[in-house]
């Protein structure tokens, strides 16, 4: 569920520091983090997103911010404003989110999506293999 209005990420960025599980803090494009954050080191984090997120996506409304519960989120991904492209999936290739926040330790995205030139190099290969 996309988080719409600033008001709802306060409510979403409070359930998270509330929250009694660790969260796994992954910046897309980085190793992905072993270690789980909680107290201080998750509010620093929380903090220093909601103010970059305030200040490079300077729109009256949010709609960069996604996840899997208001209520009592397990999931929540955060597109970077410098790298929106298409995220409502028009494009062929929509961007990946910058950060992932999660109870689950996550996957190296990049590393598991094919990426669209890897698949048409696929394509080729077995193509040309079956001639």
């Not at 988080?3 to 494009?29: F, I, K």
């Not at 910058?98 to 698949?119: D, E, F, K, T």
Request: aromatic letters at 10%.
């Amino acid at each position: 569920m996309g988080v719409l209005r600033w008001h709802q990420l306060d409510q979403l960025w409070e359930q998270v520091l509330a929250d009694s599980h660790s969260w796994h803090v992954y910046a897309v494009g980085e190793e992905p983090p072993t270690q789980a954050l909680s107290g201080d080191a998750l509010r620093n984090v929380v903090q220093e997103l909601d103010t970059l997120l305030r200040h490079e996506h300077a729109e009256d409304y949010c709609g960069i911010v996604y996840t899997d519960s208001m209520n009592h989120p397990t999931y929540i991904k955060v597109f970077d404003p410098n790298n929106l492209g298409s995220t409502c999936g028009s494009s062929g290739n929509p961007p990946l989110p910058g950060w992932i926040l999660s109870h689950m330790q996550p996957i190296n995205l990049p590393a598991a999506l094919p990426q669209p030139g890897n698949r048409r190099r696929w394509w080729q290969k077995l193509f040309n293999h079956a001639h």
